[in-house]
């Protein structure tokens, strides 16, 4: 039976429970998670206070602080400086979230990205022409060029300019939906790419991000478009030929 104050309890109607005394961190956040999953805070709703949540889970601020910041930064909540700990809208940020407990970071997964990035990154291409502006290709273009000039073994450097790349080809979409699963699973694509960096370098990634900038500033979409599915394909096929040579020398 949950050992919560009863004039607490009057004051936020939300089923806030007493924390265990293990990974007590883990449990606020999960607790919240659940709350918010579940709708008892609505869309752009202010939640209580870090205060008001230690009296209710009888645990510290530091455990509840180390919760909201786990739930800040994957998206379910923002935080406004001086007045407080907002909802974010929960019809796309959670849901989207739940995938990637899903997909998990196994042996295969890799692959498994790159698979959903050729989907996701390919169909855009429609929405990217539409939107596109010489703004756009000028940040696209000094992109490339920051990626032509990094050292082969600036993996963390050349990972980050990578995803930059692709990331702005889903901003440029102007797709919502598209930016926010770009944005919650950035941490997957990020580990990804390291792996494809790792694994093959960077010369492939050069040539075909020079190939795919030159295709938008001509203005050819189909071009683009086999272009940037040509180059996840190939990272692909190159990927499993590595897992091969691995796997039997």
């Excluded at 607790?31 to 202010?46: I, N, R, Y």
């Excluded at 295969?108 to 996701?120: A, P, T």
């Excluded at 390919?122 to 939107?131: A, D, H, M, R, T």
């Excluded at 273009?141 to 990626?147: G, I, P, R, T």
């Amino acid at each position: 039976m949950p050992i919560i104050n009863q004039g607490i309890e009057r004051v936020n109607p939300a089923p806030i429970k007493s924390i265990k005394s293990e990974k007590i961190h883990d449990q606020v956040y999960e607790q919240l998670k659940t709350l918010l999953l579940e709708g008892h805070w609505q869309p752009g709703e202010k939640i209580p206070s870090e205060a008001e949540l230690c009296r209710l889970t009888g645990v510290s601020r530091v455990s509840v602080r180390t919760a909201l910041k786990s739930l800040i930064a994957q998206g379910f909540l923002v935080s406004r400086q001086g007045d407080g700990t907002f909802v974010v809208d929960i019809s796309v940020d959670m849901n989207m979230d739940l995938l990637v407990p899903i997909i998990g970071l196994d042996k295969k997964s890799i692959l498994e990205v790159l698979e959903f990035r050729k989907i996701l990154e390919v169909g855009l291409i429609p929405l990217l022409f539409e939107n596109l502006s010489a703004a756009d290709l000028v940040y696209l273009e000094q992109n490339v060029k920051d990626l032509e000039q990094a050292a082969e073994e600036q993996i963390e450097t050349i990972t980050e300019i990578d995803l930059a790349f692709h990331k702005k080809l889903c901003l440029i979409s102007g797709n919502s939906l598209i930016i926010k699963v770009n944005q919650i699973l950035s941490d997957l694509f990020r580990k990804s790419m390291q792996d494809v960096v790792i694994a093959l370098g960077n010369q492939t990634g050069k040539i075909y991000h020079r190939r795919i900038f030159e295709a938008m500033s001509r203005g050819d979409q189909a071009e683009t478009s086999a272009i940037l599915q040509e180059h996840i394909e190939n990272t692909i096929d190159s990927i499993k030929r590595a897992k091969l040579r691995k796997e039997f020398g």
